[in-house]
């Protein structure tokens, strides 16, 4: 969305290049063969162009479109986002251009492009042309796409979500034998639908609604959807962005099927030349028609044999062999086909004729594609893809009907094979009915156990998918690239050098360094070796599922061999001590594919399942546990829009993530309604449910809300001049506090964004409050990203801010003797020094205390690395097999997720903020200097 930026800029006197030249890059590595249409992101450094005056244009004639994603306060672009339109012959790279110095303001950003994409609208609907589809996308009923034409021919219709639920799950009875479990089916119904203003290259479609009950049976409309249909130029696929919300009573709605289902119109066609293709193996293809005319005793003939295989239309049947075309009626007709991925290691695939007729079975494999097409020769068809079906098993495959005039092609996000959906808590409270006996509980299991706290309610997913429409059955071959693009969808980013200097992702990443120094090359490699490692143990460990996928573990059973899935807060992560933002501080640096993968499915999973949608916690996330949401601690460390905030910018302005940011600038709500804090605060405060004075952690509370204000605020959204505001008057009176951040927890003004002194010391004569989980959920990179985009012409504003976070920074690693003579008491026994010898590190660099380096790096690779990663650890893993595991794993005991989370993290920012670890200042005897 383009905002005009309204006399702000105009106040401000410019130096502005004129031109400014990005490349940017696949991030693979390798050029796609074959590119649906794709949107990126490009960062630009403060004041370099205004944003209603630039145009942009691309290498190699490629068209785009572009549009504003976020702004520096003056005015000028900080970042945009970039839809390029298909191409069977995609360039090895990209520049994007930026010209205009904002002196013209020919407001050419608005140039349409003469072969773009056609849209129109209607009261009833929008129609959606790419020059290569069309689709129709109706504005009421339960049909979110009525047709999809390709080459003039309909080739879908119907396209609606499908839903399946029952009322209880036969595991609860012994014998098999439940009575009175009631079955639903549901479909779309749509509350409004909504597309974008400019469609040059690419058009989004927006349906939001929910599902409504179809046939027999008496339930209330449920599960909320958001479905984003992307569409660009030249492009026969539809790019599909699928958000379901979790709204059920635990207890007695288990879904049981979560799919999207297309009619394939086959009347006239045929049987013969219908055609199934489902994804198999590596690029496999499953090659059937509806009446199979190849293997029978007697040969139509070889071209028809080889038609028929490779999907062409069968030449006339006076061609064929007598003995074949007198005899068709007796061959059957497969109409439908099923493939069902249960599991992340094997998937099943049969036919049948008909319901009420057996099933055949087909040989299935390992990992399918998950992408299947029905269509015919003449008629042409549809093939619907989930990007990594397997990963989020159990899902399946539907064709059904193909022998009949309509056929369908359904993709089960949630596979009604797989047996109802079980989302209660693992587990019936044992006893635990008073906060003593929970407390007792966290001491065994580390499991923070609230009756009613563990609950599913608001918790959301977001899966991707693909359609593709043809006028004709394409090749196996055609739809084996599809497969690979829908589960392999292209990224293009800038190279690292240039986003760091742009300074729009903060200042506290570099790219690593070129100079040739064992120190940094060690810090590098170990690095290295994590990412690899937590790679690695999402496949080696299975952390794939239809809610897991995305999340890794948090610590590790060396007994069993095994990450303690099972042992409360140590299983699932949540984003613990920001995974999230080592790995993608690590992409940001090195450009690199695997970590971007980790770090996208990231994203997708803590956004959605470890956070809250819906109900009273939305906007809060879970703390880590057996089940994302089992954990009582509801809090903003854990749905912090910093850890999906590279995400955001880099994917163009990803819609459902801009949805997640929004949903936190209302947390205040949410604290209202919950304290959130209520079992780790002074048992003498009592709870007060008021807005104006909510009793918050400054960096595991606020740190969420002034990212999510920061980002509203960098984008223009509808409430940043709200969000502005109030990050300066927090900025403001922060300082005021006596020990500042010392102070850790105070009474922050949610209407108006000031702090006051806490209930604790009402007369703000200094308290300490210093905890160690304070700086580990991305403060120190959300209080980066605010001074640096602040910058320096406020400095009236972010100085005494920024001095009072320099003494929390200086203080929390200082020795007591220092911490005494500044506060009148030192801060008790701390953990976390090597995460926190970022904080050191920032002083350092803020402070220009050279003497402070030595300091950073002993708490980093000395006595501060006890709790962390040692530079004398093995640094590489065992393989353990035999009878001592079920299957043979690789296992690194000295690993946990929160050392290694906070390793890359600090390793990151301290090369970063000042330099390489040098040995020679390191002094004789550290430990750090004898492991480097
Ligand atoms: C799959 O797609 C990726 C990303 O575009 C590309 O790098 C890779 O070469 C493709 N693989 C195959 C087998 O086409
Ligand atoms: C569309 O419907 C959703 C859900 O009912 C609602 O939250 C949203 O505000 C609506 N948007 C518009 C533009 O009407
Ligand atoms: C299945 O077929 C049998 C045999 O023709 C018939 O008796 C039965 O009613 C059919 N059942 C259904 C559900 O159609
Ligand atoms: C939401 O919060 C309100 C106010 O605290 C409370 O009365 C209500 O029971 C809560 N609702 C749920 C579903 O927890
Ligand atoms: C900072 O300086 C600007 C410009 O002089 C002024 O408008 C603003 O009020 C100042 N802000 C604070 C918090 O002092
Ligand atoms: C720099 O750090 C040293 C070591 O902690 C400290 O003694 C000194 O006061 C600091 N200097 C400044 C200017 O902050």
Redesign the pocket.
């Known amino acids: 969305m383009l905002r005009s930026i309204l006399g702000l800029a105009s106040l401000i006197s410019y130096t502005c290049a004129s031109t400014t030249s990005v490349k940017v890059k696949?991030v693979?590595g390798?050029t796609?063969?074959y590119l649906a249409g794709m949107t990126f992101g490009v960062p630009w450094p403060r004041g370099q162009h205004l944003a209603d005056s630039t145009t942009f244009t691309a290498s190699d004639g490629a068209q785009i479109q572009s549009w504003v994603t976020a702004y520096w306060p003056d005015g000028s672009l900080k970042w945009t986002g970039h839809a390029l339109g298909a191409s069977d012959a995609p360039a090895d790279a990209y520049t994007i251009t930026a010209s205009g110095s904002g002196d013209d303001g020919a407001g050419s950003r608005f140039r349409r492009q003469s072969n773009g994409i056609q849209v129109s609208e209607s009261g009833e609907g929008i129609v959606v042309n790419t020059g290569k589809v069309s689709a129709t996308f109706p504005k009421s009923g339960n049909v979110l796409v009525s047709a999809v034409e390709a080459g003039g021919k309909t080739v879908g219709s119907n396209g609606r979500l499908v839903l399946r639920s029952q009322s209880g799950t036969p595991d609860d009875h012994e014998d098999g034998k439940p009575t009175g479990i009631q079955y639903f089916s549901f479909t779309s119904k749509i509350s409004n639908v909504t597309v974008s203003e400019d469609n040059s290259i690419r058009t989004l479609v927006t349906v939001h609604g929910i599902h409504t009950i179809e046939g027999e049976g008496a339930h209330d409309d449920w599960i909320p959807f958001i479905v984003r249909f992307y569409l660009y130029a030249n492009s026969e696929a539809i790019r599909v962005i699928h958000t379901i919300i979790y709204d059920g009573d635990m207890y007695t709605d288990f879904l049981s099927g979560i799919g999207l289902r297309f009619d394939v119109p086959l009347a006239g066609e045929e049987l013969y030349d219908r055609h199934i293709r489902i994804a198999g193996v590596d690029?496999g293809m499953l090659h059937e028609a509806v009446k199979g005319i190849t293997g029978l005793r007697r040969d139509p003939g070889a071209d028809i044999r080889s038609a028929q295989f490779n999907g062409s239309v069968l030449p006339d049947r006076s061609a064929w062999d007598p003995r074949v075309t007198d005899r068709l009626q007796w061959i059957p007709t497969w109409s439908d086909y099923r493939l069902t991925q249960l599991s992340p290691d094997g998937f099943n695939l049969k036919k049948r004729t008909k319901a009420n007729s057996t099933w055949v079975k087909i040989p299935g494999g390992t990992r399918s594609g998950g992408l299947a097409y029905l269509g015919g020769a003449t008629a042409g068809g549809l093939a619907v893809g989930l990007r990594d079906f397997w990963k989020k098993y159990p899902t399946s495959l539907d064709i059904t009907n193909a022998a009949t005039d309509t056929g369908s092609v359904t993709m089960w996000l949630y596979s009604p094979q797989a047996g109802p959906m079980d989302v209660r808590p693992y587990h019936d409270e044992m006893g635990q009915d008073t906060y003593e006996k929970q407390l007792d509980a966290l001491g065994i299991t580390y499991e923070d156990y609230e009756p009613g706290y563990a609950t599913p309610y608001g918790v959301g997913r977001t899966n991707e998918l693909y359609i593709y429409a043809f006028a004709s059955t394409p090749s196996a071959e055609k739809l084996a690239?599809l497969t690979?693009?829908t589960n392999?969808?292209?990224v293009l980013v800038p190279e690292p050098e240039y986003m760091r200097d742009t300074e729009a992702i903060g200042s506290y990443w570099d790219v690593p360094s070129a100079v040739d120094s064992a120190q940094a090359k060690t810090l590098e490699e170990n690095m290295d070796f994590l990412i690899k490692f937590y790679a690695d143990q999402v496949e080696q460990r299975r952390w794939y599922g239809f809610w897991d996928h995305g999340d890794i573990m948090h610590t590790y059973d060396n007994d069993r061999h095994q990450w303690r899935y099972d042992v409360g807060g140590y299983a699932w992560d949540n984003s613990e001590l920001s995974p999230d933002i080592f790995f993608w501080s690590f992409f940001l640096r090195t450009g690199r594919a695997d970590a971007y993968r980790l770090a996208h499915d990231m994203v997708r999973h803590g956004g959605e399942v470890d956070s809250y949608h819906l109900g009273n916690f939305t906007g809060l996330g879970t703390r880590h546990g057996v089940q994302h949401w089992s954990d009582s601690a509801k809090q903003a460390r854990i749905s912090t829009p910093v850890y999906r905030k590279v995400f955001y910018y880099i994917s163009g302005g990803d819609e459902r993530t801009g949805d997640l940011v929004h949903e936190v600038l209302d947390v205040d709500k949410a604290w209202v309604l919950v304290d959130a804090r209520r079992k780790v605060r002074d048992p003498d405060v009592v709870y007060k449910p008021d807005p104006t004075a909510l009793y918050l952690d400054f960096g595991t509370d606020w740190a969420g809300l002034a990212q999510a204000y920061l980002i509203e605020w960098e984008r223009r959204g509808p409430r940043w001049e709200e969000a502005r505001d109030k990050l300066i008057e927090s900025f403001v009176t922060y300082p005021e506090l006596k020990y500042g951040f010392v102070t850790g927890e105070a009474l922050y003004n949610s209407q108006t964004g000031a702090w006051a002194p806490p209930p604790t010391d009402p007369n703000n004569n200094g308290i300490i409050v210093v905890s160690h989980l304070s700086g580990v959920f991305g403060i120190l990179e959300t209080v980066d990203e605010l001074i640096t985009h602040f910058g320096p012409e406020q400095q009236n504003v972010t100085q005494p801010f920024l001095d009072a976070f320099l003494d929390y920074c200086y203080y929390y690693g200082a020795s007591k003797a220092e911490q005494k003579a500044r506060y009148g008491a030192d801060f008790g026994s701390l953990t976390l020094m090597q995460g926190h010898s970022r904080f050191t590190a920032y002083v350092a660099k803020h402070r220009n205390n050279a003497t402070l380096v030595q300091r950073v790096w002993s708490e980093f690779l000395g006595d501060g690395s006890k709790d962390g990663l040692a530079p004398d650890a093995p640094w590489q893993t065992e393989r353990i097999g035999g009878s001592d595991v079920l299957v043979p794993v690789d296992e690194a005991t000295w690993v946990s997720t929160n050392a290694a989370a906070l390793y890359g993290v600090a390793a990151i920012e301290n090369l970063a903020f000042v330099g390489a670890p040098d040995l020679n200042r390191l002094g004789g005897n550290s430990t750090a200097k004898r492991w480097m």
Do not use: A, I, K, S
């Open positions: 696949w693979d390798t796609p063969d690029g690239v690979n693009n392999n969808p292209p």
